[in-house]
């Protein structure tokens, strides 16, 4: 039991990040988990992690170790709750992660309907522009846009999302409107940087059949959608995102779209999770739920 806690210690310093959060977060004193750290690497003859004054950070042992563990850890509790949980409704912590955008506009207004009917699950939502599916977030579940790279993972398509060029009416009444993706040369551009790899994200578009891409010399940047979708409407100039930011403005005439017949192939959304043989009924509800807000959303691409 002493070596299935501490390997419990240790996978929770990976998934919180720091020795003293771990230790609020089991309610012990950060001294014991440092002693519990301590011995599990002098018995594995190891260093899982080094430290410094400032951060933590998993070694390469540490990493292969934590995925062992964390897999050893799911089939455990996997075969607890195929004893223990039958003919019982979802419940627990959930901690999932997705898109700002998303969770806002899309997601939130839908919560009060799952927590009516799943009062036990209690969620915690991890947002931001990029959130990727890893050892570092704990996380249980995350919504990603765009391709997935690990064939380590379940995945279960929600949608898919064009990327639709559109600018505020005061913006397209003083500067015109650009009728193919050369024009927009002649016009100011507001751009992207990717939070996960730092680049400027490229214009999509399709021309005689062939997809091109356009890199962008932007009037202004954000590395928040969110920022550039606002500055758009500010009418400060022309944007490239994906339509679920603004199809509501769409709809209201606040921003509006343009280069409609140049309009690139979208992106599939989908909701990544680990690779479970049972699936638990929290995360099992909550993806069914997901796929139920994304049935029949407006801004759907169709086949």
């Known amino acids: 039991m002493d070596r299935l806690h501490g390997i419990n210690v240790f996978l929770r310093i990976v998934e919180v990040g720091t020795i003293s959060g771990t230790a609020r977060d089991l309610g012990v004193s950060t001294a014991a988990i440092s002693a519990s750290l301590a011995r599990l690497e002098t018995n594995l003859a190891v260093r899982l992690l080094d430290r410094t004054t400032r951060r933590l950070s998993v070694t390469a042992e540490g990493a292969e170790f934590y995925e062992r563990c964390k897999k050893l850890m799911s089939d455990l509790d ?3 709750q195929s004893i223990s949980r039958i003919g019982r409704d979802p419940r627990g912590k959930l901690r999932v992660g997705m898109p700002s955008g998303l969770c806002r506009m899309w997601i939130v207004p839908s919560l009060p309907r799952f927590l009516k009917k799943y009062p036990e699950v209690h969620l ?11 050892i570092d977030n704990g996380l249980d579940a995350s919504i990603q846009v765009g391709e997935l790279h690990s064939s ?7 949608a898919s999302v064009d990327y639709v060029v559109v600018a505020a009416p ?23 940087r990717r939070p996960r790899n730092g680049l400027i994200r490229e214009w999509r578009f399709v021309e005689n059949g062939q997809e091109q891409h356009l890199a962008i010399d932007g009037l202004l940047t954000f590395n928040s959608g969110e920022a550039l979708v606002s500055a758009a409407a500010s009418g400060l100039g022309l ?65």
Not at 152 to 158: I, K, P, S, V
Request: hydrophobic share 40%.
């Open 239 to 303: 944007i490239q995102v994906a339509e679920y930011y603004v199809s509501q403005m769409i709809a209201t005439g606040q921003l509006v779209k343009v280069l409609e017949s140049s309009r690139a192939k979208g992106y599939d959304i989908s909701v990544v999770f680990p690779q479970l043989k049972n699936v638990p009924p929290k995360l099992r509800v909550w993806i069914d739920f997901l796929v139920e807000i994304f049935s029949g959303i407006s801004w759907q691409r169709k086949s």
């Open 152 to 158: 380590r993972l379940a995945m279960r398509q929600l």
């Open 170 to 192: 005061s913006y397209l009444k003083k500067r015109g409107v650009p009728k193919v993706p050369n024009d927009l040369l002649q016009h100011h551009c507001l751009t992207y």
């Open 78 to 80: 996997e075969a607890e």
């Open 124 to 134: 915690e939502i991890v947002c931001s522009d990029y959130v990727p599916y890893t």
